[in-house]
């Protein structure tokens, strides 16, 4: 077999493995040995990096896997033929040491402005400006499998660059990657840069509610921003479950300097934590309702591969739907039943975003006309 003129064992074929698309990644694994192909098969991504051991019984037909960040790891091993000793990559068959890769974060070249990524004619485009999150939620993989990963920030620089091409090029919707967008330092210039040369397209941003300043609303007031505010619970049981711990009161005033400042905002809740039941998910909706969240968004716990609540699944009798994306069902504190009339809830909130009904009371009597979707947390 040839690749554009190269013999199979000149070429390697790298993928991300993603929970969402695990049945799609195993069957282009097979395509691609059943059309003869010989050389290197690498895998990277969240699927790879929180899988403890056994990652060659999950794929027998990759050779490598590289756990974290992958950008430099990937180049070493191209430039490397057979199975070179990397930090952080497992070649199957061979003694699994269960090590991260090393990135200097710092130094890698932006694929925007080195037109890796062309610009032109893009409207919608994915960026970064941090990497990791210095949370450690149990339920979460934007934390390294075993250890506490350290936030990695961008250059402001090379970040005003980027948006100074983003904004040259008329890109009309951006949606900002990091896990926590405002615990960065560099929040405020990045949102000042943008509306320095006018920007008028849309940014998303996944914040914190608890960190957000003034200054900042300040300057999202001036354009047009989503805040996407994760808070899951506002149960300090629950929270603590999930090594999440929320600050309500702090939470409540950001909320309503947002609200004071017209800026576009939703939250986002999670029903299926330990501990929770059908009345204690019903009252953190309430409170949201009342604090006139316009987009409140809830999904369903799920239990990613190799996150401590994963582990932890015997601890809260959790009983999962299976599957590529196992979601929570029943545990120790609710019911299939009650998880089901939760979802009901989930879906009445979809149905209501922008004009959700002012109470719980009056949300639960929509919810009774809807059955859930599963098939909107598929992959």
């Avoid at 250059?155 to 615990?183: G, K, M, S, W």
């Amino acid at each position: 077999m040839h690749v554009d003129g190269l013999p199979h064992h000149q070429v390697d074929i790298a993928f991300g493995a993603y929970v969402w698309g695990e049945s799609l990644l195993q069957n282009v694994l097979t395509l691609v040995r059943n059309t003869g192909f010989r050389g290197r098969i690498i895998l990277g991504g969240p699927q790879v990096s929180y899988t403890k051991q056994g990652l060659d019984e999950l794929y027998p037909l990759a050779d490598g896997f590289i756990r974290g960040y992958g950008e430099e790891a990937l180049l070493d091993i191209v430039r490397t033929p057979g199975k070179p000793i990397i930090q952080g990559v497992f070649w199957s068959g061979e003694f699994d040491l269960q090590q991260q890769a090393q990135l200097d974060f710092a130094s890698l070249p932006s694929p925007w402005l080195t037109g890796a990524l062309p610009i032109n004619g893009l409207r919608f485009v994915r960026w970064e400006t941090q990497r990791g999150c210095p949370y450690a939620c149990s339920f979460c993989q934007h934390r390294e499998a075993g250890a506490r990963l350290k936030n990695a920030h961008i250059d402001v620089p090379r970040l005003e660059q980027e948006v100074d091409l983003f904004c040259a090029n008329d890109v009309r919707e951006i949606a900002v990657l990091d896990p926590i967008f405002n615990t960065s330092r560099n929040a405020v210039p990045i949102l000042e840069r943008f509306a320095q040369n006018g920007y008028q397209g849309q940014l998303s941003l996944q914040c914190r509610a608890e960190y957000t300043k003034p200054n900042f609303l300040d300057v999202a007031a001036e354009m047009d921003v989503c805040l996407e505010f994760g808070l899951q619970t506002t149960h300090l049981d629950e929270a603590k479950a999930v090594n999440r711990r929320n600050k309500i009161d702090k939470i409540e005033a950001a909320l309503q300097m947002t609200r004071e400042r017209s800026i576009q905002h939703e939250v986002s809740m999670i029903f299926g934590l330990p501990l929770q039941t059908l009345l204690s998910f019903e009252e953190s909706i309430d409170w949201c309702l009342k604090q006139k969240v316009p987009v409140i968004k809830a999904f369903p716990l799920m239990l990613l591969r190799g996150t401590e609540l994963e582990q932890e699944r015997e601890r809260w009798g959790f009983v999962d739907s299976g599957g590529e994306m196992p979601t929570v069902i029943s545990s120790n504190s609710f019911t299939q039943y009650e998880w089901q009339k939760m979802a009901q809830i989930s879906e009445a909130l979809k149905h209501t975003e922008g004009n959700h009904p002012p109470d719980i009371a009056e949300l639960k009597l929509l919810a009774n006309e809807f059955q859930p979707e599963l098939e909107r947390w598929s992959p």
